[in-house]
């Protein structure tokens, strides 16, 4: 049980154009998503934690018009990298917190996307 | 502000030898540490620690939380090279909504 997937799980994409990452919880109801970027041999930074309904929540730095986040149903969660620069080439990982979890520990992870911004 | 530091960053080592990675913390609201190993994908859960002085242990990686001095050691006994990877330690922030902070990971290589 527990599973998160991420499609696609690498996008090789020419620069100004879009790049859309989905996330989905397929056994389980998610109300949080979080989404990390991690750069080669680095530890994961958080972006953005995304509740469903509502707007995310961006952390101090991330530009929120550039990574667009939509938490449209309790399984999936999508962000999307608007006119994609090479700089934007990195890791891309999804977690997702079960609804019903009363610990904060408690989130899976996605397999990751690796963007590539040529 | 919520922080996880941990130690060394990068680290090689041959087959047989025994590894210690450090983690220490400075979190408002300390409700439990995690470590988490990654390879080429997502992270996988190691353990997660909540006690002081109580070791979690799992084959030959081990672990043990000090809450006064705020710090966890991982540790690796007879080191293969399969256990090269990035090991991370967590923390779940202050404010509750399951947000996590991270430390900067450790690179483990493993030589044969």
């Known amino acids: 049980g527990a599973v998160v997937s991420q499609h696609p799980s690498w996008v090789i994409c020419k620069s100004g154009t879009s790049v859309k990452i989905e996330c989905r919880s397929l056994d389980f109801q998610a109300t949080t998503m979080f989404w990390y970027r991690q750069f080669p041999k680095q530890s994961l930074m958080l972006m953005a934690t995304s509740n469903e309904g509502s707007k995310a929540t961006y952390e101090q730095g991330v530009e929120k018009d550039k990574f667009l986040i939509n938490h449209a149903s309790l399984t999936l969660s999508t962000l999307t990298v608007t006119s994609a620069h090479p700089e934007d080439s990195s890791f891309y990982i999804c977690?997702?917190?079960?609804?019903?979890?009363?610990?904060?520990?408690?989130?899976?992870f996605g397999p990751g996307t690796r963007l590539t911004v040529t | 502000e919520d922080k996880v530091v941990q130690s060394p960053l990068s680290l090689v080592v041959h087959e047989g030898d025994t590894v210690t990675l450090n983690c220490s913390y400075e979190v408002t609201n300390f409700r439990s540490l995690l470590w988490y190993k990654q390879e080429k994908k997502a992270p996988t859960f190691l353990f997660m620690l909540t006690s002081s002085g109580i070791e979690k242990k799992s084959g030959r990686l081990s672990s043990i939380l000090d809450k006064k001095e705020l710090f966890s050691i991982l540790n690796i006994t007879a080191t293969q090279t399969g256990d090269s990877a990035i090991y991370l330690c967590a923390v779940p922030g202050s404010s509750n909504t399951g947000k996590l902070i991270f430390g900067q990971g450790t690179t483990l290589q493993v030589k044969p």
């Open positions: 977690s997702a917190r079960p609804g019903t979890s009363g610990r904060a520990y408690e989130q899976y």
